[in-house]
């Protein structure tokens, strides 16, 4: 089991930039995958970016120049900052791992970009 938890969301106004965090715990060795997914309501879960563990990123053209994955090893953390917001990418951003075909994924967390 892979357990995760997202912090870092919040309300910006647009232009802004927020910081993700997700931090891994359990059977963390052999992750494919790392990355964020997101919600809007009334929409689709889809692809924001995503790591693997070869460190090949991977962006949604959405956000491709607006937005960097990163991890930190030492601390099991992917990280996903987010610059020059729009409102648009108000949703809320779920973090996920990848391990032998199974897929687990974070709580959630809300990011609300105003007008």
């Known amino acids: 089991q892979v357990q995760l938890v997202e912090s870092g969301g919040g309300l910006v106004q647009a232009g802004g930039s927020l910081r993700l965090s997700c931090a891994a715990s359990g059977n963390i060795f052999s992750i494919d995958y790392m990355g964020w997914f997101r919600q809007a309501p009334g929409k689709q879960r889809e692809l924001v970016a995503d790591?693997?563990?070869?460190?090949?990123?991977n962006y949604a053209d959405t956000v491709k120049g607006r937005f960097t994955i990163s991890r930190d090893d030492a601390k099991n953390t992917v990280f996903l900052q987010m610059n020059s917001l729009k409102p648009e990418d108000t949703a809320v951003y779920y973090c996920?791992?990848?391990?032998?075909?199974?897929?687990?994924w974070g709580p959630g967390t809300q990011v609300t970009v105003s007008s």
């Open positions: 996920y791992a990848a391990k032998y075909g199974l897929t687990y």
């Open positions: 790591l693997t563990s070869g460190s090949i990123t």
